[in-house]
């Protein structure tokens, strides 16, 4: 059964280690990332964007998918079912859909209305047993449509935020959605070390995971941070799996390609991708 990432993500921040959230778009990548916990004893976090939740057929269908797939796979491991950036109004339809988890994207509200908004969806969640992620400070690069330059987050407006009894706090710490620039500037460990002084023991979310050096993702874990999302490096590897398969001909005997043999090295990419990640974020076999 799907179960909130707050008892998992507390264990992470005591632990010193990160969940991963791992974004899904098809049957393929939730199954790959559900194995590879599963056999990796790690607990995990499955993102949909809003933009995902309209391609797989809207969020009931998505609980469906995912709860069909926990129980015919045996997946024992703990499993949150997780809302990424989402609006006010994306964020009560997965409520209702039945989510686990849910992540309200205010960043781009002038704070007084972010706290307001939050407000209103910590009481909903509190009473169904669910988590919530706020976010404060937008994340760079575009997700959704909601695009932000990668300003550094007010760590007392981060406290603000944190005091209204959210689950965990996105911050923007120079970090980006996609691949990072040659010329980025890093995190800022600084920004990091302030919002964590002021927030206590709040679990803090890194989205933008994918590329960030190992040391700086270590560094961000020593910091409070207890989840890390990934979604560009699973899609790069996919792509690059499919790709290679498509280019090499194969299955080609004048009836096209068989999908599941056209999926199957997007598939297994994804698997290799998901345990790499899990080895650094040193979340294996805390489940």
Not at 224 to 244: D, M, P, S, W, Y
């Amino acid at each position: 059964m799907l179960v909130s990432a707050k008892e998992m993500l507390t264990k992470a921040r005591e632990g010193k280690y990160a969940v991963g959230q791992f974004n899904i778009n098809n049957l393929e990548w939730t199954k790959a990332i559900l194995l590879t916990a599963q056999e990796n004893n790690s607990p995990v976090i499955l993102g949909v964007s809003e933009g995902a939740g309209k391609y797989m057929c809207g969020y009931t269908t998505i609980v469906g998918m995912v709860e069909g797939m926990i129980k015919e796979l045996n997946i024992t491991v703990p499993v949150a079912l997780h809302l990424d950036h989402g609006s006010y109004e994306g964020a009560k339809a997965c409520i209702n859909a039945g989510f686990s988890s849910i992540m309200f994207d205010g960043s781009h509200y002038p704070i007084e209305e972010n706290i307001a908004k939050t407000t209103e969806l910590v009481n909903a969640c509190n009473v169904l047993g669910l988590s919530l992620e706020a976010e404060v400070g937008s994340i760079g690069g575009e997700e959704d449509g909601v695009v932000g330059a990668g300003e550094c987050a007010d760590p007392d407006e981060c406290k603000a935020v944190a005091d209204l009894g959210i689950t965990m706090l996105a911050a923007g710490i120079g970090n980006i959605h996609g691949k990072y620039p040659e010329n980025w500037a890093g995190l800022s460990f600084e920004t990091l070390a302030a919002i964590k002084e002021k927030v206590g023991d709040m679990p803090l979310v890194l989205h933008g995971g994918t590329g960030i050096p190992a040391e700086m993702i270590q560094k961000a874990i020593s910091l409070g941070v207890a989840k890390i999302n990934v979604n560009t490096e699973c899609q790069l590897a996919f792509q690059e799996a499919t790709r290679k398969y498509i280019e090499a001909g194969k299955d080609l005997q004048g009836k096209g390609f068989d999908p599941r043999k056209l999926l199957a090295p997007g598939f297994e990419a994804i698997k290799a991708t998901v345990k790499e990640k899990m080895e650094l974020f040193g979340s294996i076999n805390k489940a």
